[in-house]
């Protein structure tokens, strides 16, 4: 098994004067020894998203406008760990796939997890479950599967489990969000999640490639729309595909 590498830890920018042996030490708890784990692995953050940080994802050298909201909201993070400043949801949308919104969304989910830890480091109050990645498309697909193979099978508890903790999280990534048609099953657990995690007053970083004021015709659902809209700051990804470039 390879072990983690501190180099890459979202807490390295948080920790510039620890030696490589203490910052690997927080790190295995975030990333788990292997990479593969610790708090990373429970908010289901993408494995080759786990690494990005708001200080230095690639996307930002592109994204002047995206690279203004991402500064600020990096401090709103730690001023919601100190003085308990309500953070606002967030759009992030392109026409174009590729621009580097799940990039960026998984940076920001990232850099709460690391605040959260240090939180508690420092005896502040912190989340148990601070963040949750979702992916739309694929967890209307789990839905589909498990609503085909009928009560009670694998697909519906796990579809059941992710809403739960995309309810719960405290920050939530929805990734992809209208991109593929929704089934009208399928529309109500989205809505369950939207309108709860509002009514609840937590912040949802959304990646989407249709603009907040065209959701409604692809939602379908003029009161989920309304929802997301909800203390929501849209946030337009420019260019084309930088897929591949590395
Ligand atoms: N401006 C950029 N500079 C360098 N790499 C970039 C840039 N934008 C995106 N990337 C890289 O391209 C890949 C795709 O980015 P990402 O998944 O964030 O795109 P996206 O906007 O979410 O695309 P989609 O709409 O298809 O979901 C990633 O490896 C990311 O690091
Ligand atoms: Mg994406």
Redesign the pocket.
């Given at each position: 098994m390879t072990q983690f590498d501190a180099t890459q830890s979202i807490l390295r920018h948080h920790a510039k004067s620890a030696d490589p042996a203490t910052l690997w030490q927080h790190s295995v708890i975030l990333h788990g020894a292997s990479g593969r784990g610790g708090a990373l692995e429970s908010a289901n953050i993408p494995h080759?998203y786990r690494h990005y940080t708001p200080v230095d994802?690639?996307?930002l050298?592109?994204?002047p406008k995206a690279k203004q909201f991402v500064d600020r909201y990096t401090q709103l993070i730690g001023e919601h760990f100190t003085t308990g400043h309500r953070l606002k949801s967030l759009y992030f949308v392109?026409a174009s796939?590729?621009?580097?919104?799940?990039?960026?969304a998984c940076a920001l989910l990232n850099e709460f997890i690391a605040v959260n830890y240090v939180a508690g480091l420092q005896g502040h109050d912190n989340y148990r479950n601070p963040a949750y990645f979702l992916d739309a498309n694929e967890w209307q697909a789990t839905y589909n599967l498990g609503v085909t193979l009928g009560d009670g099978n694998a697909y519906l508890r796990k579809f059941t489990s992710q809403l739960e903790k995309a309810l719960t999280a405290q920050l939530c990534v929805i990734?992809?969000l209208a991109v593929s048609a929704l089934t009208d099953g399928f529309r109500r657990h989205l809505h369950t999640l939207i309108n709860g995690r509002m009514l609840a007053g937590k912040p949802t970083i959304y990646?989407s490639?249709v603009a907040l004021r065209e959701l409604l015709l692809s939602l379908g659902d003029d009161r989920l729309a309304d929802r997301v809209k909800d203390m929501c700051a849209e946030v337009a990804?420019v260019?084309g595909?930088?897929?591949?470039?590395?």
């Amino acid at each position: 098994m390879t072990q983690f590498d501190a180099t890459q830890s979202i807490l390295r920018h948080h920790a510039k004067s620890a030696d490589p042996a203490t910052l690997w030490q927080h790190s295995v708890i975030l990333h788990g020894a292997s990479g593969r784990g610790g708090a990373l692995e429970s908010a289901n953050i993408p494995h080759d998203y786990r690494h990005y940080t708001p200080v230095d994802a690639p996307p930002l050298d592109s994204q002047p406008k995206a690279k203004q909201f991402v500064d600020r909201y990096t401090q709103l993070i730690g001023e919601h760990f100190t003085t308990g400043h309500r953070l606002k949801s967030l759009y992030f949308v392109s026409a174009s796939p590729g621009t580097g919104k799940t990039t960026i969304a998984c940076a920001l989910l990232n850099e709460f997890i690391a605040v959260n830890y240090v939180a508690g480091l420092q005896g502040h109050d912190n989340y148990r479950n601070p963040a949750y990645f979702l992916d739309a498309n694929e967890w209307q697909a789990t839905y589909n599967l498990g609503v085909t193979l009928g009560d009670g099978n694998a697909y519906l508890r796990k579809f059941t489990s992710q809403l739960e903790k995309a309810l719960t999280a405290q920050l939530c990534v929805i990734d992809d969000l209208a991109v593929s048609a929704l089934t009208d099953g399928f529309r109500r657990h989205l809505h369950t999640l939207i309108n709860g995690r509002m009514l609840a007053g937590k912040p949802t970083i959304y990646t989407s490639n249709v603009a907040l004021r065209e959701l409604l015709l692809s939602l379908g659902d003029d009161r989920l729309a309304d929802r997301v809209k909800d203390m929501c700051a849209e946030v337009a990804f420019v260019g084309g595909s930088k897929r591949g470039v590395r």
